[in-house]
């Protein structure tokens, strides 16, 4: 069973920087979808940014223009450059990955692999 890795969570100042990383536990694994959802307490869980099919990068509008989502293709990880974040980025970040073909990208219910969640907590 293909397991998703994150890291790269912690505490940050607004207005600095961060970087979330998501390795797939099987070097080979090739999913439909990735991307970086997150959580707030009390909220709905959110999407933060996605690769589509197509190779299509989407970002959510609380994140445009600030986040940057890649992916290292040698390593088979997915990044997340998170700049000039801000206290509302405070969550739980999740990847995750999506196995089936035709899944729609932008609907977190079609992923079915998840990553454990890593905390970013940012201080005003």
């Known amino acids: 069973e293909v397991h998703l890795l994150e890291s790269g969570g912690g505490s940050v100042q607004a207005g600095g920087s961060l970087t979330l990383s998501c390795a797939a536990s099987?070097?080979?694994?090739?999913?439909?979808?990735m991307a970086w959802f997150r959580q707030a307490p009390g909220k709905k869980r959110e999407g933060v940014a996605v690769?589509?099919?197509?190779?299509?990068?989407k970002y959510g509008n609380s994140v445009k223009g600030r986040f940057t989502l890649s992916k290292d293709n040698a390593k088979n990880t997915l990044n997340l450059q998170m700049n000039r974040v801000q206290p509302e980025d405070t969550a739980m970040y999740y990847c995750?990955?999506?196995?089936?073909?035709?899944?729609?990208?932008?609907?977190?219910?079609?992923?079915?692999?998840w990553g454990q969640g890593t905390q970013v907590t940012v201080s005003s």
């Open positions: 690769i589509d099919t197509d190779g299509s990068i």
């Open positions: 995750a990955f999506a196995s089936t073909w035709g899944a729609y990208c932008s609907d977190q219910t079609h992923y079915n692999y």
């Open positions: 099987e070097a080979s694994f090739t999913p439909y979808c």
